[in-house]
């Protein structure tokens, strides 16, 4: 049994020294002409939220500026081809609340936002995130709240951008594997043979 759990604020606070005032002047509510660059830069974002079925945190990933930032408080994410549970996008409907991390390859800094998040079919706003003339069936609009850049010591530590790190993936089980995990009389092998041809289809 794991013991001395944490149980006030008071107690948490005691064991941390006081952030530095870089880490707490960084956060702005809305973006600035930098923020901008790290948005327009990034290729992927996680994209955190909750419902009345708890917490979900999902991948969300393009063209690096497949965000689109509407003005300095506003972003919108197409919502891409993928699995349709739309968990993420039920959440949203439930509660607007969001937290988004944007990554950017070969940079160990991430950008955070916090905000309020509603779902749109605004077609002038999807046809600006269309891709090959395809366009998403929603977008994610999100209002900013904060924005800071996070330091880079979890990715120096994760060595998460350097090739000698990386994971050769017939080490791992396959997605048919763990697809079978949960469903025995899964077929396995021809969901993995098809894979890669149906997800290079169906991309957008």
């Not at 969300?60 to 003005?71: A, L, M, T, Y």
């Not at 891409?80 to 607007?96: A, C, Q």
């Not at 070969?106 to 079919?121: D, F, K, M, P």
């Not at 706003?125 to 269309?130: A, G, S, V």
Request: glycine letters at 6%.
């Amino acid at each position: 049994m794991i013991k001395d759990r944490i149980l006030t604020l008071e107690q948490l606070e005691v064991l941390y020294e006081a952030p530095q005032l870089p880490s707490v002047a960084k956060e702005l509510p809305c973006l600035n002409e930098h923020y901008r660059e790290f948005i327009r830069a990034s290729p992927y974002v996680s994209l955190a939220s909750i419902g009345p079925g708890g917490l979900d945190c999902s991948p969300r990933g393009d063209s690096p500026g497949f965000v689109h930032i509407v003005d300095n408080s506003t972003l919108a994410i197409p919502d891409r081809r993928g699995n349709n549970r739309i968990d993420t996008l039920r959440n949203i409907v439930s509660n607007p609340a969001v937290g988004l991390l944007f990554m950017i390859p070969g940079l160990n800094e991430t950008i955070r936002v916090n905000g309020q998040a509603h779902i749109s079919t605004d077609r002038a706003l999807l046809e600006i995130l269309q891709v090959d003339g395809k366009l998403p069936v929603t977008a994610i609009v999100v209002t900013i709240e904060r924005v800071f850049f996070q330091c880079a010591r979890a990715l120096k530590r994760s060595k998460l951008w350097d090739p000698a790190q990386h994971t050769d993936p017939k080490l791992l089980p396959s997605a048919g594997t763990l697809i079978k995990s949960a469903i025995n009389e899964f077929d396995a092998d021809a969901y993995d043979a098809q894979l890669e041809d149906r997800q290079a289809k169906t991309l957008w």
